[in-house]
């Protein structure tokens, strides 16, 4: 077996020998009729391709009206809203306002199921979130909560005495470093870290637009200013790593063990800040999912779609009940 197949099945396997319950096997349930039409992220690009591969082979007579367009996150909404797809997937969370322009034309939100996990280092493929610190900084874990207190507004944590430390660290103020909003990145610390709260001011932030060159340069940028800055703090990538800093270990509360950022960690997603990504769809409430949409997210969340991630890019397969959680949001 090649080396890149025997690490797909070894990533794969890890992942389903921790979980309660393997993946379901995908059958096909009935013919189908009409078009299916996905519009979104470039990142998931090669993974689309792949279920719409699964897809077109179990369901040939829809084979020639089944297509994939990777634009962009923000090209989802108006993709389902004017009718051009029915799926739209996504590499990041909706903004607020991609929320708000769905329900206006709706009354009710967009659907967002979770496809699979971010990639443990891989810039560019919604990798977990670290927290870099300083080498000579003694912290060696921090929490959520903590998390929360120092960078939303109004919070309570703005010495590194306050997380512990003393003697000459007890008065240092924490200097933080970030990224300017609207951005994927800081959506979902804010979301993950923060209950969503504003971001306090006096961040120094650095300039993000859509372009994965300049998120890269921000990114390292920050880690680079920490490398430098004795008393700072940033979030970024594992693969924004850079000299003279260190990573802390994260946990969901005080009391909790502080978990380190690897790749097991991020594969079962018991690291508090890895990511998902997911594909949105428009279901009215209390109807059922149209059937061309849940038999294409049947294949998604199928040990057979799961199994192709890993192969078809550095993103990572769902854990196996989190897979069967998404499956029973669609019932």
Request: overall charge neutral; charged content about 20%; aromatic content about 8%.
């Amino acid at each position: 077996m090649p080396p890149r197949m025997l690490i797909t099945a070894a990533l794969f396997a890890g992942v389903a020998a921790g979980a309660q319950a393997d993946y379901p096997e995908y059958v096909p349930c009935g013919r189908l009729s009409g078009e299916l039409h996905t519009i979104g992220s470039p990142t998931m690009d090669t993974i689309t391709l792949g279920w719409i591969e699964l897809f077109r082979a179990a369901h040939g007579e829809i084979e020639d009206v089944t297509t994939m367009e990777a634009r962009s996150n923000t090209s989802i909404v108006p993709g389902l809203v004017g009718g051009q797809s029915q799926l739209g997937p996504a590499s990041r969370s909706l903004f607020p306002a991609e929320v708000a322009e769905f329900a206006k034309a709706f009354g009710y939100e967009p659907t967002q199921i979770r496809v699979c996990g971010g990639a443990y280092d891989r810039t560019g493929y919604s990798p977990a979130l670290a927290l870099y610190v300083n080498q000579d900084n003694p912290l060696a874990r921090i929490d959520l909560a903590q998390i929360e207190e120092i960078y939303a507004s109004g919070g309570r944590i703005t010495t590194w005495g306050q997380l512990g430390l003393t003697a000459e660290w007890a008065d240092k103020p924490i200097a933080l470093y970030g990224l300017n909003l609207p951005n994927g990145i800081a959506s979902f610390f804010q979301e993950a870290a923060m209950h969503s709260r504003e971001f306090r001011a006096g961040i120094a932030t650095r300039a993000t637009d859509r372009s994965g060159a300049v998120v890269v340069r921000a990114l390292s940028g920050m880690v680079a200013a920490v490398a430098a800055d004795r008393y700072g703090l940033c979030y970024a990538g594992p693969g924004n790593a850079r000299p003279r800093t260190r990573i802390l270990a994260v946990s969901t509360a005080p009391d909790a063990p502080a978990v380190p950022l690897t790749r097991e960690t991020v594969l079962n997603h018991t690291y508090p800040l890895s990511r998902y990504l997911y594909i949105y769809i428009n279901r009215p409430p209390g109807k059922p999912v149209e059937k061309n949409t849940l038999e294409f997210l049947r294949v998604v969340l199928s040990r057979q779609g799961q199994e192709l991630i890993t192969r078809r890019s550095p993103l990572l397969p769902l854990p196996p009940g989190v897979a069967r959680e998404e499956l029973a949001k669609l019932q």
